[in-house]
């Protein structure tokens, strides 16, 4: 359901559920931030969505309807195909004698959706409006239990003697119970919104895991006797040498689920107990997301619109592996793809297609490395060029080069923090004046759970938790936040310190979000529902850049661009912790090291 600002501020305020004042403040943030209002009044629990949804049906003269998913008979749903039933978000609940079909959808307004499902099923159709979460729980319909599913079409009736067994065609074949497996593996961890599976051979079982909103779940122990024809069938899928075992392989292939195409990147292990198996799963119809989107604010994006509108110079993003810096570099790619400018980028692998971009991936046994690449990007007119890492003294020599000759250079670093980096560029031979000269800012980021907006629940903190807070983010009593994170956290408003009782008129922090015991149906009971980054961003100021030919060393050039106002790791954290965006323990869970 998507409600227009206009309409939502007229539902709200005749159903007495705010004043045009009240709701100021969020349309203000609305236009700011170019979120639709619905988002911002739900996220600050104004009103639930159940309600809200209750209160536009009423409005909109549509029927509303809450449906227990059990009462959903399987031959009634499947009259909608789930491919279908999930894009539009509509379910079939009930079919009359007459043959009248009840659908029910979050959005029926949706004249396109609802025209092509009427076409779809039939014109005999009423149509209800329920919540989102509601058709979320029914759609769950179209898949049971990923393990009674696997347990369906696992042979095991072989017996498992602990020899390496022989894996014959039709155990891997199209329609083998094997194939089965591996496709309901893989529909299940898109479905759960998984980055990657793992497929790890143990003594007596394969357990296979899920990495979800960065942390590893287990979903289910296979008997250990399908172990070879599973991955049999992966490598075959994957263009693999299936009677290799002793030595890594590495392999890709696509596979299409619910009308979308994902590229899944296959790695294979050998170990102790077998060969494990990972796969990277890459959302191929990914769109570009803003900057904002992905959660930078305030001078941090002040600073990095202000480098990548340079027309030469480097830009660093770095972290540790599955932080997120190469979705950042395609956010900043796709904002500046345009048909006057050449992009061309050489990467290890090209995990997200951009149209328009020239896209190069390094290919070690051919001799293309990332400075064998970058050289030959130099020689094809760039004005914008990505490298996908610099490992090495002659990539980042190279990278320098190409900045002080015109060219605007992205790339990454595997480092702590921002401030880090600079140091690294002079470990690997780069001459202090020339990083000065040539690097306009540097990212540093993490990636934290975001908490689900359904399910999570604000509490008073303890006077010993705020203490921790300023103790760990070395803030002073009393202090606020505005001053060091600009004016948009005039919003919050909240202080630190002090001495009165947590919950009180004078408190620093008056309340923080936790995720709710249990979660909820929405976020598959986990508490939490995607990620979120959390930034800092140093520019590089005449002073810092003094720094740097004078041997600074990173704490010092640290404590530099606080000073002039740097939003630190943790304080962005801190503040997404106010704002109910994830929690402190997400927080320092990432940012201990940096």
Same mark, same amino acid.
């Given at each position: 359901?998507?409600?227009?600002?206009?309409?939502?501020?007229?539902?709200?305020?005749?159903?007495?559920?705010?004043?045009?004042?009240?709701?100021?403040?969020?349309?203000?943030?609305?236009?700011?931030?170019?979120?639709?209002?619905?988002?911002?009044?739900?996220?600050?629990?104004?009103?639930?969505?159940?309600?809200?949804?209750?209160?536009?049906?009423?409005?909109?003269?549509?029927?509303?309807?809450?449906?227990?998913?059990?009462?959903?008979?399987?031959?009634?749903?499947?009259?909608?195909?789930?491919?279908?039933?999930?894009?539009?978000?509509?379910?079939?609940?009930?079919?009359?004698?007459?043959?009248?079909?009840?659908?029910?959808?979050?959005? $029926?307004?949706? /004249? =396109?959706?609802?025209?092509?499902?009427?076409?779809? %099923?039939? &014109? !005999?159709? +009423? *149509?209800?409006?329920?919540?989102?979460?509601?058709?979320?729980?029914?759609?769950?319909?179209?898949?049971?239990?990923?393990?009674?599913?696997?347990?369906?079409?696992?042979?095991?009736?072989?017996?498992?003697?602990?020899?390496?067994?022989?894996?014959?065609?039709?155990?891997?074949?199209?329609?083998?119970?094997?194939?089965?497996?591996?496709?309901?593996?893989?529909?299940?961890?898109?479905?759960?919104?998984?980055?990657?599976?793992?497929?790890?051979?143990?003594?007596?079982?394969?357990?296979?895991?899920?990495?979800?909103?960065?942390?590893?779940?287990?979903?289910?122990?296979? $008997?250990?006797? /399908? =172990?070879?024809?599973?991955?049999?069938?992966?490598? %075959?899928? &994957? !263009?693999? +040498? *299936?009677?290799?075992?002793?030595?890594?392989?590495?392999?890709?292939?696509?596979?299409?689920?619910?009308?979308?195409?994902?590229?899944?990147?296959?790695?294979?292990?050998?170990?102790?107990?077998?060969?494990?198996?990972?796969?990277?799963?890459?959302?191929?119809?990914?769109?570009?997301?803003?900057?904002?989107?992905?959660?930078?604010?305030?001078?941090?994006?002040?600073?990095?619109?202000?480098?990548?509108?340079?027309?030469?110079?480097?830009?660093?993003?770095?972290?540790?592996?599955?932080?997120?810096?190469?979705?950042?570099?395609?956010?900043?790619?796709?904002?500046?793809?345009?048909?006057? /400018?050449?992009?061309?980028?050489?990467?290890?692998?090209?995990?997200?297609?951009?149209?328009?971009?020239?896209?190069?991936?390094?290919?070690?046994?051919?001799?293309?490395?990332?400075?064998?690449?970058?050289?030959?990007?130099?020689?094809?007119?760039?004005?914008?060029?990505?490298?996908?890492?610099?490992?090495?003294?002659?990539?980042?020599?190279?990278?320098?080069?190409?900045?002080?000759?015109?060219?605007?250079?992205?790339?990454?670093?595997?480092?702590?923090?921002?401030?880090?980096?600079?140091?690294?560029?002079?470990?690997?031979?780069?001459?202090?004046?020339?990083?000065?000269?040539?690097?306009?800012?540097?990212?540093?980021?993490?990636?934290?759970?975001?908490?689900?907006?359904?399910?999570?629940?604000?509490?008073?903190?303890?006077?010993?938790?705020?203490?921790?807070?300023?103790?760990?983010?070395?803030?002073?009593?009393?202090?606020?936040?505005?001053?060091?994170?600009?004016?948009?956290?005039?919003?919050?408003?909240?202080?630190?310190?002090?001495?009165?009782?947590?919950?009180?008129?004078?408190?620093?922090?008056?309340?923080?979000?936790?995720?709710?015991?249990?979660?909820?149906?929405?976020?598959?009971?986990?508490?939490?529902?995607?990620?979120?980054?959390?930034?800092?961003?140093?520019?590089?100021?005449?002073?810092?850049?003094?720094?740097?030919?004078?041997?600074?060393?990173?704490?010092?050039?640290?404590?530099?661009?606080?000073?002039?106002?740097?939003?630190?790791?943790?304080?962005?954290?801190?503040?997404?912790?106010?704002?109910?965006?994830?929690?402190?323990?997400?927080?320092?869970?990432?940012?201990?090291?940096?």
């Amino acid at each position: 359901m998507r409600i227009l600002n206009n309409t939502l501020v007229k539902i709200l305020t005749r159903n007495n559920v705010a004043t045009e004042e009240d709701l100021k403040p969020m349309m203000e943030e609305a236009e700011r931030s170019s979120r639709p209002l619905q988002d911002i009044v739900l996220d600050a629990k104004l009103i639930s969505e159940v309600d809200l949804t209750k209160l536009f049906a009423q409005y909109a003269d549509i029927p509303y309807i809450e449906i227990d998913p059990r009462d959903i008979p399987t031959e009634v749903l499947n009259r909608i195909p789930e491919r279908i039933a999930r894009q539009y978000n509509a379910v079939i609940f009930q079919i009359d004698e007459d043959g009248t079909m009840h659908l029910a959808m979050d959005d $029926p307004d949706d /004249v =396109l959706a609802t025209n092509f499902i009427e076409k779809e %099923i039939g &014109s !005999n159709t +009423k *149509i209800y409006i329920a919540p989102h979460s509601n058709i979320l729980q029914c759609l769950e319909n179209y898949r049971g239990d990923v393990n009674q599913e696997l347990n369906e079409v696992i042979d095991v009736q072989r017996e498992d003697d602990g020899s390496d067994q022989k894996v014959s065609e039709a155990d891997v074949a199209e329609d083998s119970p094997i194939a089965q497996t591996v496709n309901l593996l893989l529909e299940y961890a898109i479905r759960s919104q998984a980055s990657d599976i793992h497929i790890e051979p143990r003594e007596n079982f394969v357990q296979v895991r899920y990495r979800i909103d960065g942390v590893l779940k287990e979903v289910n122990q296979l $008997p250990r006797n /399908v =172990l070879n024809a599973l991955v049999s069938r992966i490598k %075959i899928l &994957s !263009n693999l +040498k *299936i009677d290799e075992r002793r030595v890594p392989q590495d392999g890709r292939f696509k596979i299409k689920v619910a009308g979308k195409q994902y590229a899944l990147r296959v790695s294979t292990l050998p170990i102790t107990d077998g060969e494990k198996v990972v796969m990277r799963i890459l959302d191929e119809s990914n769109q570009a997301i803003t900057l904002q989107q992905l959660g930078y604010w305030g001078k941090s994006l002040a600073i990095i619109n202000s480098a990548i509108a340079e027309p030469n110079g480097m830009i660093l993003v770095t972290g540790p592996t599955g932080s997120g810096k190469s979705t950042s570099l395609f956010s900043v790619l796709s904002m500046l793809n345009t048909p006057e /400018v050449n992009i061309s980028t050489i990467e290890d692998p090209v995990e997200y297609k951009i149209p328009g971009v020239n896209q190069t991936q390094t290919n070690a046994k051919a001799g293309m490395t990332f400075a064998s690449g970058l050289r030959a990007l130099l020689r094809q007119d760039p004005n914008i060029i990505m490298v996908g890492e610099i490992r090495d003294g002659e990539t980042a020599n190279l990278g320098v080069q190409a900045a002080l000759t015109g060219h605007l250079v992205f790339s990454t670093l595997h480092t702590n923090n921002a401030a880090t980096c600079l140091p690294r560029l002079l470990d690997m031979g780069i001459e202090p004046f020339l990083i000065a000269s040539t690097v306009k800012a540097v990212v540093g980021q993490r990636l934290v759970r975001r908490l689900c907006m359904n399910c999570r629940e604000q509490y008073v903190p303890t006077q010993d938790e705020i203490n921790e807070i300023v103790s760990l983010f070395n803030l002073k009593p009393g202090q606020t936040f505005a001053h060091i994170h600009d004016l948009e956290l005039q919003a919050i408003e909240q202080k630190v310190g002090g001495d009165t009782p947590a919950g009180t008129d004078d408190t620093t922090i008056r309340t923080l979000w936790r995720a709710h015991p249990g979660g909820c149906d929405e976020c598959g009971h986990a508490g939490f529902k995607g990620r979120v980054g959390i930034y800092e961003v140093l520019g590089m100021s005449r002073a810092i850049q003094k720094m740097i030919t004078s041997d600074a060393t990173s704490n010092q050039i640290q404590d530099q661009a606080i000073e002039e106002g740097m939003i630190t790791m943790q304080s962005d954290g801190l503040v997404k912790t106010l704002r109910g965006n994830t929690t402190l323990d997400e927080v320092l869970r990432v940012t201990r090291e940096s």
